[in-house]
């Protein structure tokens, strides 16, 4: 099987480098924050464009603490997009305001910019977008709408360590950037782990005490804060690869270019990359109309694949309170039922990259599309009956 992701592969390479600062975390004793956590942050906030890097212990955490810093709380509304990982409307409702939610532009599913406005009332505080994928979200039109409302923006990164929307990193462009380091991310801790990038010093001071139970120094709790420190051993390990993300993000980009020359054809269509923009790929998605049934062709040849997400916000059962039914947003209601993502991490080797662009050709293909068919309708009641 050609894997998802591969880390073990990743880091077995790495052995050698990674060894000394585990090492050093672990028999120095700076287990919390410390001078490796103190380092990643300038390094990656200088990645990311930003002035100020605050590590957090999770991309979920980065988002509620910005949230806070932008002043949102009870009886607030933030909007953010419809389609995402439910964690960015976790963190909203974490704040005790109400996720407002907008549908996405059916290209590059990240927030359709043209509905912002509309969903804009006097309890709005914020906007959320997310560079769902590694593709920005349309950031002027957004800054606009914020602007002209008096609006924080507070960008979701969790998926786009790098990206850059118009020549500029993802990150710095709004009020606040919240990146996640989860494993499995383009840049992956070995565990759980985030950061807020931001240029307002203001922001910077208050979001270091908020991680840290409020203090502005020992035992001195000058608000209530939380436990969201960033560990040690996770800022060590960052450091170390965040001098690979470059390398790595080239790999994603050319297995994706090389996987869109194939995509065509009535069941596999490709997601679209604005001109300004700079895809990270940390997921590289196709929309597949037949999407079970072209998964499974895939898993055959040997090619795992996954589903980013199969079911927008509003009707994940968590959420169903929002209020918003069924036919609410139908951009990212096609696109939960459409989308399929395909191995792209970069330890893919060039033989397995062959063999994920042949399968892409392969179910492109008419014939294959023509005799897939049939087999959908042997279980597809719904093929069956047309
Ligand atoms: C879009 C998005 N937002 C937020 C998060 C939350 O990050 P974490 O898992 O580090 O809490 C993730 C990742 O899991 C994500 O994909």
């Given at each position: 099987?050609?894997?998802?992701?591969?880390?073990?592969?990743?880091?077995?390479?790495?052995?050698?480098e990674?060894?000394?600062?585990?090492?050093?975390?672990?028999?120095?004793?700076?287990?919390?924050?410390?001078?490796?956590?103190a380092?990643f942050?300038d390094?990656?906030a200088?990645?990311?464009?930003?002035?100020?890097g605050?590590?957090?212990?999770?991309g979920?955490?980065?988002?509620h603490?910005a949230?806070?810093?932008?002043?949102?709380?009870?009886?607030?509304?933030?909007?953010t997009?419809?389609?995402?990982?439910?964690a960015?409307?976790?963190?909203?409702?974490?704040?005790?305001?109400?996720?407002?939610?907008?549908?996405?532009?059916?290209?590059t599913?990240?927030?359709?910019?043209?509905?912002?406005?509309?969903?804009?009332?006097?309890?709005?505080?914020?906007?959320?977008p997310?560079h769902?994928?590694g593709?920005?979200?349309?950031?002027?039109?957004?800054?606009?709408?914020?602007?002209r409302n008096?609006l924080?923006?507070?960008e979701d990164?969790?998926?786009?360590?790098g990206a850059?929307?118009?020549?500029?990193?993802?990150?710095?462009?709004?009020?606040?950037?919240?990146?996640?380091?989860?494993?499995?991310k383009n840049?992956?801790?070995?565990?759980e782990?985030?950061?807020?990038?931001?240029?307002?010093?203001?922001?910077?001071s208050r979001?270091r005490r908020?991680?840290?139970?409020?203090?502005?120094?020992p035992y001195?709790?000058?608000e209530?804060?939380?436990?969201?420190?960033?560990?040690?051993i996770q800022?060590?390990?960052?450091?170390?690869k965040l001098?690979?993300?470059?390398?790595w993000?080239?790999?994603?980009?050319?297995?994706?270019?090389r996987?869109?020359?194939?995509?065509?054809g009535?069941?596999?269509?490709p997601?679209?990359v604005r001109?300004?923009?700079?895809?990270?790929?940390h997921?590289?998605?196709?929309r597949?109309?037949?999407r079970?049934?072209v998964a499974e062709?895939?898993?055959?040849r040997?090619?795992?694949?996954?589903v980013?997400?199969?079911?927008?916000?509003?009707?994940?059962?968590?959420?169903?309170?929002l209020?918003?039914?069924?036919?609410?947003?139908p951009?990212?209601?096609?696109?939960?039922?459409?989308?399929?993502s395909?191995?792209?991490?970069?330890?893919?080797?060039?033989?397995?990259?062959?063999?994920?662009a042949?399968t892409?050709?392969?179910?492109?293909?008419?014939?294959?599309?023509?005799?897939?068919?049939?087999?959908?309708?042997?279980?597809?009641?719904?093929?069956?009956?047309s």
């Amino acid at each position: 099987m050609i894997p998802f992701a591969d880390l073990v592969t990743q880091h077995a390479r790495m052995r050698s480098e990674l060894e000394p600062v585990i090492a050093e975390v672990m028999f120095g004793c700076e287990f919390v924050l410390g001078r490796r956590v103190a380092g990643f942050e300038d390094a990656f906030a200088a990645y990311s464009g930003a002035a100020h890097g605050i590590g957090v212990n999770s991309g979920t955490s980065a988002l509620h603490l910005a949230l806070l810093a932008a002043g949102v709380g009870p009886g607030d509304e933030v909007i953010t997009t419809a389609f995402t990982f439910v964690a960015t409307v976790a963190a909203i409702g974490y704040t005790g305001a109400r996720p407002v939610l907008v549908d996405i532009d059916p290209e590059t599913l990240t927030l359709d910019v043209r509905q912002i406005e509309a969903a804009v009332t006097p309890r709005t505080r914020a906007i959320v977008p997310v560079h769902l994928y590694g593709h920005p979200a349309d950031m002027d039109p957004i800054l606009a709408v914020a602007g002209r409302n008096g609006l924080a923006v507070i960008e979701d990164a969790a998926q786009a360590h790098g990206a850059e929307y118009r020549g500029r990193r993802v990150g710095s462009l709004g009020d606040a950037g919240c990146f996640s380091f989860y494993p499995s991310k383009n840049l992956g801790a070995p565990g759980e782990a985030g950061m807020v990038v931001t240029n307002r010093p203001d922001w910077a001071s208050r979001l270091r005490r908020l991680r840290d139970w409020g203090q502005a120094g020992p035992y001195r709790h000058v608000e209530r804060g939380f436990n969201y420190r960033m560990a040690g051993i996770q800022g060590a390990v960052l450091g170390v690869k965040l001098r690979h993300l470059d390398a790595w993000t080239e790999s994603r980009r050319a297995h994706a270019a090389r996987y869109d020359a194939e995509v065509s054809g009535p069941d596999l269509k490709p997601i679209p990359v604005r001109p300004w923009a700079r895809h990270v790929y940390h997921i590289y998605a196709v929309r597949a109309r037949h999407r079970d049934l072209v998964a499974e062709a895939f898993h055959r040849r040997g090619v795992e694949t996954r589903v980013h997400y199969p079911s927008p916000i509003h009707l994940v059962d968590a959420w169903t309170d929002l209020g918003y039914p069924a036919g609410s947003f139908p951009q990212a209601e096609r696109a939960a039922r459409e989308v399929l993502s395909l191995p792209v991490h970069p330890e893919l080797t060039a033989e397995q990259v062959a063999t994920v662009a042949a399968t892409i050709r392969e179910i492109s293909a008419p014939a294959h599309s023509a005799s897939s068919r049939v087999r959908v309708g042997a279980r597809s009641p719904r093929r069956a009956a047309s």
